[in-house]
């Protein structure tokens, strides 16, 4: 009689190795980021690697009991399934507590995504025109400075005021640019 039986095929299946790896990875992640000021009863500590631990062991248990019993195994690998969701929870809701809040402060410092991708577009357009900024006349309204823009409808270059929308100051492109061209032929 074998003490053992040759029913450890199951220890080479991606989903085991994956599920030990999961297990040995969850115990150094909670040793370096759930500590006593994020964790303070140790509660998350020990769920997820409670949690980890189940999935993997269960998976073992469920797949030597399938020489059995197919349903005690299916139960098993149930368990197991649910106990890596659980995981997965758990790891989202620290990604939400850390991560997110983090990223919600750099949000309110440095704008958002379509702030930002406003501001580099505006550059970009600067360079393309080749007007730096700053180099444009001075608003007619408000007295600030004014950046290249084009109008929607034909796309003809104008000097539109920094201060859109609440000053809708706008200085011609032609009108300007002969101003300062015979300013210049004048020095």
């Not at 550059?123 to 109008?151: F, I, S, Y």
Request: hydrophobic share 30%; proline share 3%; charged share 30%.
């Amino acid at each position: 009689m074998e003490l053992f039986r040759k029913s450890a095929g199951y220890r080479f299946l991606d989903a085991f190795v994956l599920a030990n790896v999961v297990e040995l990875g969850t115990g150094h992640f909670c040793e370096r980021f759930l500590e006593l000021r994020n964790d303070p009863g140790g509660r998350t500590y020990a769920q997820m690697t409670h949690a980890a631990r189940s999935g993997y062991r269960n998976f073992a248990e469920g797949s030597e009991r399938l020489m059995t019993s197919y349903s005690t195994a299916l139960e098993l690998l149930d368990v197991a399934r649910a106990s890596l969701c659980e995981l997965r929870d758990d790891y989202n809701k620290w990604l939400m507590d850390k991560y997110i809040k983090s990223v919600g402060e750099e949000f309110v410092e440095k704008g958002g995504f379509r702030e930002r991708m406003s501001t580099v577009r505006g550059e970009a357009r600067t360079q393309q025109d080749g007007v730096a900024e700053g180099e444009g006349p001075k608003c007619p309204q408000c007295g600030a400075p004014t950046r290249l823009r084009k109008t929607r409808k034909d796309n003809k270059p104008f000097w539109g005021c920094t201060g859109y929308p609440a000053c809708r100051g706008v200085v011609d492109f032609e009108k300007n640019r002969q101003q300062s061209t015979a300013a210049d032929s004048n020095r």
